[in-house]
């Protein structure tokens, strides 16, 4: 198979295990935007691009047409099953122990796989929003975070190791005081973090506790996620694609400033997972990664852009009693309770 980009070309990660998994793959959020056949269609041909991990979630409402095209990559002999390096992820409202492993049973049917190679707790939260809600929607079962509660989701997690139905498990949406409490207390360590990363909010502590730990950082919304729903909408957010820093950036390289997000995340040295269903893009973001990069100075210009700018606040998660957004991410170095 002739890829578009050789996908021995495109750089890698090396997990704490010894194993390694691709520094940039696909997202496949459709952002209440784009429908699951636009978004597995958008899979089916970035398989066929080169593009060897892709980023899977039961809430993104659309890994059973995305099995369909995974399993047709395998059956046309595309890809092997060994070759690709699948992430799927257990929403908030199946955090009990039999609600994790049949969560991650169903992924595996809808994906249609044997395994999942690195399986997340997406949110460190049990609190649950129905999809596609309101910004100010609010559930009265809310709770803050509990040691003893997540902890009770992240041993079941460390069963589906032990089963064989996941390689690896991960977090996402943690903060360092979330972490410095639950990781003395896990068997199996987590191999990788999923947490928001693009120009505008680069995270340098939480991005540099997560590498000191050999834990590999796994970029969400790269490029600012321009296509984000409504609810994750603020008047003050700032839009990467249009910081001064990387736009003269682009200009230099000739590229479009969504590309720049992308080889500076790769460069920085987390894994980014940017979503786009238009073939054109896709081939763009991968291929960018394996050519051209960003002088030293250029690197330097956009880490002195940071803007401190969180995108998905995650304000749908609140409880009863919670000041705002901030306390779902222990801003004081606390864990908010
Ligand atoms: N763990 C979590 O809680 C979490 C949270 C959020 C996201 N994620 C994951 O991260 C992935 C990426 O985040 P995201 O989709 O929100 O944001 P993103 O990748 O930052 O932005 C995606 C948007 O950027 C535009 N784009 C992509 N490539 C482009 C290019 N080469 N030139 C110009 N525009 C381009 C596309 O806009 P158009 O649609 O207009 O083409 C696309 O919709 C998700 O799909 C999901 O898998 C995880």
Redesign the pocket.
């Known amino acids: 198979m002739k890829f578009a980009v050789d996908p021995n070309k495109v750089p890698k990660r090396t997990l704490y295990t010894g194993d390694t998994m691709p520094a940039i793959g696909m997202?496949?959020?459709g952002?209440d935007k784009y429908d699951p056949d636009t978004v597995s269609k958008a899979v089916a041909g970035a398989i066929r691009a080169g593009y060897q991990m892709f980023?899977c979630a039961a809430v993104y409402g659309n890994e059973d047409r995305i099995g369909k095209v995974f399993k047709e990559a395998f059956d046309e002999g595309v890809v092997s099953r060994e070759d690709l390096f699948i992430t799927s992820k257990v929403w908030n409202d199946n955090h009990t122990p039999e609600k994790v492993l049949a969560s991650c049973k169903k992924s595996l049917t809808d994906l249609q796989l044997s395994y999942i190679d690195l399986y997340f707790v997406?949110w460190p939260f049990r609190n649950y929003h129905s999809p596609g809600c309101a910004g100010d929607a609010r559930n009265p079962d809310s709770r803050p975070f509990s040691v003893e509660k997540f902890m009770e989701t992240w041993k079941a997690m460390e069963d589906l190791v032990d089963q064989g139905l996941v390689r690896f498990i991960g977090m996402?949406?943690m903060t360092i005081p979330k972490l410095e409490a639950v990781l003395p207390l896990c068997r199996i360590k987590p191999v990788a973090i999923?947490l928001e990363m693009?120009p505008c909010f680069q995270q340098p502590e939480l991005f540099q506790y997560i590498s000191e730990k050999g834990i590999i950082p796994i970029g969400?919304?790269?490029?600012?996620?321009?296509?984000?729903p409504e609810r994750d909408k603020t008047e003050t957010d700032i839009s990467d694609i249009d910081l001064p820093e990387i736009v003269s950036v682009a200009k230099a390289h000739q590229v479009?400033p969504?590309?720049v997000c992308l080889k500076w995340a790769v460069q920085n040295g987390q894994a980014p997972?940017?979503?786009?269903?238009?073939e054109e893009?896709y081939i763009?973001?991968l291929k960018c990664v394996t050519e051209d990069p960003l002088t030293e100075e250029e690197m330097s210009l956009i880490r002195s852009a940071d803007k401190n700018n969180r995108l998905?606040k995650g304000q749908v998660f609140l409880w009863e009693g919670a000041k705002g957004w901030e306390d779902l991410w222990d801003l004081d170095g606390m864990i908010t309770k």
Do not use: Q
């Open positions: 997202g496949t959020f952002s980023d997406h996402s949406n999923e693009h969400f919304c790269p490029i600012g996620s321009p296509s984000r479009h969504a590309i997972i940017p979503f786009s269903v238009t893009k763009a973001n998905i």
